[in-house]
C-alpha cells in the first residue's frame, strides 16, 4: 500500500528471494519508476496552479495506466483535477483489494488461465491507441517501441523505455518545431 | 533479511517510487512553458506506452531473445483494430485475452 507501483514489487519479491541487499532493490525500484517522471510532467501540462497538498495527492496514484487515462481525458476537456484525483486513487484501492483477493485466491487459477498473461499487453494496447491522434505520434510511437527493443539487450534494467522513450519524443518534437517554423515562414 | 530491513526496504522504496511522480507536478504546475516542451511533453505518453509495449510482444524469456514471430506479437494485430475501432480500454482487454487464450488452445 505504500510502495504503489506494480513492477517494483515484482521486481523487489525476486530480489528478495535470491537474497539481494535492501539498497540494491530500492535501486531497482528507482529506476524502474523513473518513467513516471516523464509521466508527471506531461500532466502537469494540464493542472494550472494548485495547491500543493492537492498536487502531493495526485501524485501518488501516477501510474502507467491512470496516467494514460487522465492524459487523454485532460486532453479531450471537460477534465479537471478531481477527477484526475478520483482515477487515480480509484486504481490505486482496486489495486489493494485485487492484491489481497489475488493473495487469497491466486492458488486456485491455473497459471496463463484465460489469457491472463495478456491482459497488460492488451492494456498497453488500449491505452497507446487512445493517444493516438495524428500520424506523428504513430511514428514516434513505433520509433520509441523499436528503440526500446534494441536498448533492452544493451542497457540493465528498464532504462531502454526511458532512453527510448525520451529520444523518440525528443525526435518528434525537433519535427514539429520543424513543421512550426515552416508553416510560419510560408504565412509571410 | 530481519524486521528492520524490511521496514528500511518499504520506506526506501515507496520514496523512491513516490518522489519522481511528485517533483514534476509540483514543479511544473501552474507556469507557462515555452511550446517546444508543450510539444516534447505531448508525446511522452505515446512514447513510454510503445516503449513498454513492443519488448512485452517481441522478447521472450530467459534467456532473453528476440523472438519476432509469436502468438503475443500476433494477438496484437486484431487487438490493435479492436482498440481503434471501439476506443474503449474494457473491449480492447477482453478482445486481447480471448484471442490469447483462444490462440494459445489452437497453436
Redesign the interface.
Known amino acids: 500500500m505504500f510502495v504503489f507501483a506494480g513492477s517494483s514489487q515484482f521486481i523487489a519479491i525476486s530480489m528478495i528471494g535470491s537474497g539481494a541487499a535492501a539498497a540494491s532493490i530500492i535501486l531497482a525500484t528507482f529506476v524502474v519508476n523513473l518513467r513516471h517522471l516523464l509521466m508527471s510532467s506531461a500532466l502537469s501540462v494540464f493542472l494550472g496552479k494548485r495547491r500543493s497538498s492537492h498536487l502531493a495527492l495526485l501524485a501518488y496514484g501516477v501510474t502507467d495506466e491512470s496516467f494514460a487515462v487522465n492524459h487523454h481525458r485532460f486532453l479531450t476537456g471537460e477534465w479537471d483535477w478531481r477527477r484526475a484525483l478520483v482515477v487515480n486513487h480509484t486504481s490505486n484501492f482496486a489495486w489493494v483489494a485485487s492484491t489481497i483477493a489475488g493473495g487469497l485466491g491466486g492458488q486456485f487459477i491455473a497459471p496463463g488461465a484465460f489469457g491472463l498473461d495478456y491482459t497488460l499487453a492488451a492494456m498497453f494496447i488500449g491505452l497507446i491507441v487512445l493517444q493516438v491522434n495524428r500520424v506523428l505520434h504513430v511514428a514516434v510511437g513505433a520509433a520509441a517501441g523499436v528503440v526500446s527493443v534494441l536498448l533492452s539487450f544493451l542497457l540493465p534494467g528498464n532504462w531502454n523505455i526511458i532512453v527510448a522513450a525520451v529520444s523518440a519524443a525528443t525526435a518528434g518534437a525537433v519535427i514539429l518545431g520543424m513543421h512550426a517554423r515552416e508553416s510560419r515562414r510560408r504565412k509571410k | 533479511?530481519t524486521h528492520s530491513?524490511y521496514i528500511?526496504?518499504?520506506?526506501?522504496?515507496?520514496s523512491?517510487?513516490?518522489v519522481?511522480?511528485?517533483?514534476?507536478?509540483?514543479?511544473?504546475?501552474?507556469r507557462t512553458?515555452p511550446?517546444?516542451f508543450?510539444?516534447?511533453?505531448?508525446?511522452?505518453?505515446?512514447?513510454?506506452?510503445?516503449?513498454?509495449?513492443?519488448?512485452?510482444?517481441?522478447?521472450s524469456a530467459p534467456p532473453?531473445h528476440?523472438d519476432p514471430v509469436n502468438l503475443?506479437l500476433f494477438?496484437?494485430l486484431p487487438?490493435?483494430l479492436v482498440?481503434?475501432k471501439t476506443?474503449?480500454?474494457l473491449w480492447?482487454?477482453l478482445?486481447?485475452?480471448?484471442?490469447?487464450?483462444?490462440a494459445?488452445k489452437v497453436f
Not at chain 2, 511528485?22 to 501552474?30: D, M
Not at chain 2, 508543450?38 to 522478447?59: F, R
Not at chain 2, 478482445?95 to 483462444?102: E, I
Open positions: 533479511m530491513e528500511l526496504l518499504l520506506f526506501g522504496m515507496a523512491v517510487t513516490y519522481p511522480r511528485w517533483i514534476p507536478l509540483w514543479l511544473l504546475s501552474g512553458l511550446r517546444w508543450l510539444d516534447w511533453l505531448s508525446l511522452i505518453p505515446v512514447a513510454v506506452l510503445s516503449a513498454l509495449l513492443l519488448p512485452e510482444l517481441v522478447i532473453r528476440l503475443k494477438v496484437a487487438t490493435f482498440a481503434a476506443r474503449s480500454l480492447t482487454v478482445t486481447g485475452m480471448a484471442l490469447y487464450w483462444a494459445g
